[in-house]
C-alpha cells in the first residue's frame, strides 16, 4: 500500500466500490431466508400468515361480486358448467391464498437458478478488485509537493464520484431485496382477487410485477459480470503524457464503465418490463 496521499485516497475509493460490489454479489445469491439470520423473514412470515385471515374475507367478498357480474340471473347460475366454473375459480383462489408463500418460493428458486448459472457459465463467481496501475503510481509517488496539488483536487473528485456510484448501486440492490419482502408480506391480498373475474386482473398484475423484481436480479449480476471482465483489463494511458492527464484518462474511462453499471442497475426493472413484456 502506497503512503501517497493521492494514491491512498484513489485506492481506498476503489476499494470501496469493489467491498460494495461484494455485497451485490452476496445479496443477489442469498436466499430472503438466510438474509441477516433469518430474523427478517420470520417477521414477514408473521405478517404473511396474519394476512391471510384477511384475504380469505376478501375472497368471498371478491367472489360474491365476480358471481353478481358475470350471472345475469339466478337461473344462469343454476347451469352444470357456469356453477363448476365458479366453483373451481374459487378453489383455486382459496388454494393461492394457502399455499401463495410457496408458489412464491418456487419461482424465487427458478429466478436463483437463472443467476447461479449466469455466474457459472461467465466463469466469474465474484467481483474483480481493482487498483491503479503500478507505473501511474510510481509517477504520482514522484511528484513534488507543487506538481502534486492538482492531483489533490482531482484524487478528490474521482473519489467522490466513486463513494456516491458505489452507494447507488448498492441502495438499488438493497430495494429489490426490501421489495422481495414486501410482496411476500402482502400476496395473500392480491392473490385473493382471483376469486373473481373482474378482478382477477389484480391478482396476475402483482404475479408479473413479483416476477419482474426477481429478473431484475438476473439483469444485475449479467451487467456485474460484464462489469468484472471489463475491470480486468484496465485502461490503456498515454504514458507520454502529464501525470495529471494521465490519471483523468484513467479515471474518466473507469468512471464512464462503473456509470454505465449503475445505469444499467437502475434500469433493471425496464429492462425486464421491455424484454419480458411484463
Same mark, same amino acid.
Given at each position: 500500500m502506497s503512503d501517497n496521499w493521492i494514491v491512498e485516497n484513489i485506492q481506498n475509493a476503489l476499494s470501496k466500490w469493489s467491498e460494495y460490489l461484494d455485497i451485490v454479489w452476496t445479496l443477489l445469491t442469498t436466499p430472503p431466508q438466510d438474509f441477516r439470520g433469518g430474523g427478517i423473514w420470520s417477521v414477514i412470515l408473521n405478517i404473511h400468515s396474519s394476512i391471510q385471515a384477511i384475504a380469505l374475507a376478501l375472497l368471498v367478498?371478491?367472489?360474491l361480486v365476480g358471481v353478481v357480474k358475470t350471472c345475469g340471473s339466478f337461473a /344462469?347460475? @343454476? +347451469?352444470?358448467e357456469v356453477a363448476v366454473k365458479l366453483f373451481i375459480r374459487f378453489i383455486i383462489a382459496k388454494v393461492l391464498i394457502t399455499h401463495g408463500l410457496e408458489l412464491m418460493l418456487a419461482l424465487f428458486s427458478?429466478?436463483? %437458478?437463472?443467476? =447461479?448459472? !449466469? *455466474? +457459472?457459465a461467465s466463469g466469474v463467481i465474484t467481483s =474483480? %478488485? *481493482?487498483?491503479?496501475?503500478?507505473e501511474m503510481v510510481e509517477k504520482i509517488e514522484g511528484l513534488g509537493f507543487l506538481a502534486s496539488i492538482p492531483l489533490w483536487a482531482v484524487s478528490l473528485i474521482i473519489c467522490l464520484l466513486i463513494w456516491v456510484l458505489s452507494f447507488i448501486v448498492l441502495l438499488t440492490v438493497y430495494g +429489490?431485496?426490501? @421489495? !422481495?419482502? !414486501?410482496? =411476500? #408480506?402482502?400476496?395473500?391480498?392480491?392473490? $385473493?382477487?382471483? #376469486?373473481g373475474e373482474p378482478s382477477q386482473s389484480v391478482g396476475v398484475s402483482f404475479l408479473r410485477s413479483y416476477c419482474?423484481?426477481?429478473? /431484475? %436480479?438476473?439483469v444485475i449480476i449479467l451487467a456485474c459480470v460484464?462489469? $468484472?471482465?471489463?475491470?480486468? $483489463?484496465?485502461?490503456?494511458?498515454?504514458? $507520454?503524457?502529464?501525470?495529471?492527464t494521465q490519471v483523468w484518462s484513467y479515471s474518466g474511462e473507469l468512471i464512464l464503465s462503473m456509470l454505465i453499471l449503475v445505469a444499467t442497475v437502475k434500469m433493471a426493472d425496464r429492462v425486464i418490463k421491455e424484454m419480458m413484456g411484463l
Open positions: 367478498l371478491f367472489f /344462469e347460475l @343454476k +347451469r352444470p427458478i429466478v436463483q %437458478g437463472v443467476i =447461479t448459472t !449466469i *455466474m +457459472r =474483480t %478488485g *481493482m487498483a491503479m496501475p503500478d +429489490r431485496f426490501f @421489495k !422481495i419482502y !414486501i410482496f =411476500t #408480506a402482502i400476496a395473500p391480498i392480491p392473490l $385473493s382477487t382471483f #376469486a419482474a423484481v426477481l429478473l /431484475e %436480479g438476473a460484464i462489469f $468484472s471482465l471489463f475491470a480486468a $483489463s484496465p485502461p490503456v494511458v498515454d504514458s $507520454s503524457v502529464s501525470v495529471v
